[in-house]
């Protein structure tokens, strides 16, 4: 069931009864999953089309019963009518000034708010960003929302989506970087290549990298189209010779990885793709509680890139 | 460039350098159930380096190819992740096996040779899954062979199962061997029960909260119960449990590192050396479990019982004297139950009541802390039920969690009271999957962390608390105490703990 669309399942409830609809439900579904503990409020605001699957994938945390969700897509209503089901909460076309309002009350005290930003108005990120402990970008189109986020760093503690589905291949490029064969060679190394569809995606770990380990000069990072099914599809750091290689098979299933630097024998391992469902990554999110200081270093030179681009 | 700066905020935990497992007893039952499915496991979970390898060793004739399938029936069989699978078959190609005798030094010539040629042999970490009366042969060959010492840019590390030892003689010996040739620094004694996350948790619920250590103390605590009940029998275990019994198989490992825990004052840090010497501390604690002073039972703070037939899980079971392979004359326990006392400040006269056994009503393993209660009963009058105490129950297997069980008012215009539990469960609450405790404790061998792994002094405080008994139990003749399978024990236990006008928690 999921509540973010008016024609499917859910109570509409007055606001002033969603806390007793949401405790009514539990106690009705209590029969099956009795053992709850309650860990943060995510709220997913965005248009509606895309909290569809937030709410599904809220749905799948809160059926657990670890979470609040609240869903709320921007409109004109000045009071739509809450519609509830589970541990979740839907207002569909709040205005975009009570949103923050709405939070305020409907979150879980003293328990952290984290905000699932999949788009609106930049306005109501300032306003949610200082109610929220995390906040968890998400948006189509990220340009915009990252310059403001980058404004906000100091308030929330932020990160992005696509951030968190690096983070596995950010962790095997980091492991290549504990042999020492590879700390030695990288100086050596001209060129990293990304093969993405998402060049967003590309540019954040292009920056990551960047940023964090001091290439000789002219190093280059270069984005190559990757296949359509996947934010990125292979990594290559190095030059002519050697090269570490991190590269999805074709099930999709797993990334290969392999590296060849000098004084290495060489070793390649297959490591499974961490699971890619909404909820899944949601879950991993809602495991950070402390700023990124490595997200915000990256998302700070994407900018800083695309600005100078831009001139 | 110094330390790797890509770690810098990111969100996984770390992955080993280049490690080489060499399973001694690579065809028995605990590699099979155990330790392939946890090293399948850690591979999903992406936590294996790149340069990792496997190498079985057992007596049992065997190729490279023989051990592979041997990993990919124990998949099949005991993982709980996907069945077969890419991931497998990588894994798999880096397992390779070498069959001989323990007690053969030119064998330990071939594994040095085979190590040479493997990738990733730069960390070896020697796993002892064998009968603890073999420890001994492969740690001095293991010297003598050059293999415990580490090369430049290496390490060098062995993981001991339990039972470290049948008594406090021989665990000193065994101690003494395996410092012969290792340091303690690189023997990791396992026990799995440290590897779960609700005793791991234990540390973080007592000391990372501020309420609960003001009230972890005699003053409002009335006793602890620690019990590990098991439904199953002896099961094909006969030849190891004959020789061993639930005191050794399960108090002087498990509860006396559940009962320190419990006990320990709060270390300075959470580094390994900290947190282990405020364990030690608090087994040094321990009353002796025997009184010495007159023939072994000047107090009765211990009980012993063997189960006979009964009806377990829907199912009726033969008695431990008709299990196959065990003697028809057997005195062997399959059950014990202890009130141990702890002289110290913060728990001087608070009993400590341990029971564990086989073929209990469940399965179940938790430590009971029972609260005193309040001072005044101001509801006795009003309310016609009487008062629970307070209770929080951590709940080590095998749904692991923390509950507390308090008072509160039923609705209605009567004064009364009920008992309500409150819940937190670690497989639902942060989402993901739970690891097993083998997955958490081979990979922080392999990372070289001991903090849950026991130190040679715990063990050897342990089995000086234990050795007292088997010594008195050994001079006892005639038949042992029996209880029916599917009971909690016999009535002796009871008498125990209602001796002091208390009773075992329902489970």
């Known amino acids: 069931m999921t509540i973010a669309q008016p024609a499917e399942a859910a109570t509409e409830v007055p606001f002033t009864k969603i806390a007793e609809a949401m405790a009514q439900r539990v106690c009705q579904d209590s029969a099956a999953s009795p053992m709850r503990a309650l860990v943060a409020t995510v709220v997913a605001v965005g248009p509606p089309e895309r909290l569809v699957d937030a709410a599904s994938a809220l749905q799948t945390l809160g059926d657990a019963g670890t979470v609040r969700g609240i869903l709320i897509s921007e409109g004109t209503n000045q009071a739509p009518p809450p519609r509830v089901a589970g541990n979740t909460v839907a207002l569909h076309g709040l205005k975009p000034e009570y949103i923050d309002n709405a939070v305020g009350a409907l979150r879980l005290s003293s328990l952290p708010t984290v905000v699932w930003w999949r788009g609106g108005q930049p306005d109501t990120l300032d306003g949610l960003a200082r109610l929220a402990e995390r906040v968890i970008l998400d948006a189509d189109d990220p340009q915009r929302t990252w310059e403001r986020a980058s404004r906000l760093f100091e308030d929330s503690a932020f990160s992005d989506m696509r951030w968190a589905r690096l983070t596995q291949w950010r962790a095997l490029m980091a492991h290549f970087f504990d042999m020492p064969e590879v700390q030695a060679a990288c100086t050596s190394f001209t060129r990293l290549e990304i093969h993405a569809q998402d060049r967003w995606s590309a540019a954040l770990f292009g920056a990551w990298m960047t940023t964090a380990i001091r290439f000789g000069k002219g190093f280059s990072v270069r984005v190559t189209d990757g296949a359509d099914d996947v934010a990125i599809e292979g990594i290559e750091l190095g030059n002519d010779e050697h090269q570490l290689r991190l590269q999805l098979n074709e099930r999709r299933s797993s990334i290969e990885t392999s590296v060849s630097v000098p004084g290495h024998r060489g070793a390649t391992r297959l490591v499974p793709l961490t699971d890619q469902a909404l909820s899944h990554t949601l879950t991993e999110e809602l495991r950070i509680r402390a700023r990124d200081a490595a997200f915000e270093r990256g998302l700070r030179a994407v900018l800083a890139e695309r600005s100078r681009a831009l001139r | ?507």
């Open chain 2, 1 to 507: 460039m110094s330390g790797n700066p890509l770690h810098d905020g990111l969100r996984l935990e770390p992955t080993p350098g280049p490690t080489t497992l060499v399973i001694f007893g690579a065809s028995g039952d605990l590699t099979k159930r155990k330790l392939l499915p946890a090293l399948y496991h850690l591979a999903h979970r992406g936590r294996l380096p790149a340069q990792f390898a496997v190498i079985g060793i057992a007596r049992t004739p065997m190729d490279d190819e023989g051990f592979r399938t041997q990993f990919h029936d124990a998949i099949n069989e005991f993982a709980s992740k996907a069945p077969w699978d890419e991931i497998a078959q990588s894994l798999a190609s880096r397992m390779y096996y070498l069959a001989g005798e323990f007690d053969d030094a030119g064998f330990y010539e071939r594994l040095s040779a085979r190590l040479k040629e493997i990738d990733g042999a730069e960390g070896v970490l020697f796993y002892l899954a064998i009968p603890p009366s073999v420890y001994g042969t492969v740690i001095e060959h293991l010297g003598s062979s050059g293999l415990a010492a580490a090369p430049d840019k290496g390490w060098r590390r062995i993981i001991v199962e339990k039972p470290f030892g049948i008594d406090l003689a021989s665990a000193r010996e065994l101690n003494q061997l395996a410092h012969k040739h290792f340091s303690e620094e690189q023997v990791y004694r396992i026990d799995h029960y440290l590897g779960k996350e609700t005793v791991q948790n234990l540390l973080v619920f007592r000391f990372g909260n501020g309420m609960f250590e003001p009230v972890w103390n005699r003053r409002y605590i009335d006793h602890v119960q620690i019990t590990a009940a098991e439904t199953v029998g002896v099961e094909h275990r006969a030849s190891y449990y004959e020789g061993s019994g639930a005191l050794r198989d399960m108090v002087q490992n498990h509860l006396m590192q559940l009962l320190a825990l419990v006990a320990m004052e709060p270390p300075i840090a959470f580094t390994a050396e900290s947190v282990r010497d405020r364990k030690m501390d608090a087994l040094l604690a321990v009353q002796p479990l025997v009184s010495t002073d007159g023939d072994g039972w000047a107090r009765r703070d211990i009980v012993r019982a063997q189960y006979g037939s009964g009806w377990v899980s829907g199912s009726e079971v033969p008695g431990y004297l008709s299990e196959p392979n065990v003697n028809p004359a057997s005195t062997t326990e399959t059950f014990v139950a202890a009130r141990v006392y702890l002289d110290n400040w913060r728990w001087a006269g608070v009993p400590f009541y341990l029971r564990t056994g086989k073929r209990l009503p469940k399965r179940t393993t938790e430590i009971a802390i029972q609260f005193r209660r309040p001072p005044l009963e101001i509801f006795r009058r009003a309310s016609q039920t009487p008062v629970s105490p307070d209770l929080l129950i951590i709940n080590v297997q095998p749904d692991e969690g923390i509950s507390l069980r308090f008072e509160a008012k039923l609705p209605g215009t009567r004064m009364q009271i009920a008992p309500v539990m409150m819940n937190f469960r670690y497989g639902t609450t942060f989402g993901g999957e739970v690891p097993e405790a083998y997955e958490t404790l081979l990979l922080d061998a392999m990372l070289g962390d001991t903090t849950l792994f026991a130190r040679h002094d715990f063990v050897e405080a342990s089995w000086a608390l234990i050795t007292p008994v088997l010594e008195s139990w050994h001079t006892r003749t005639g038949p042992i105490p029996t209880y029916e399978a599917g009971e909690w024990g016999p009535e002796a236990a009871n008498e125990l703990i209602t001796q002091d006008r208390r009773r075992w928690r329902t489970l």
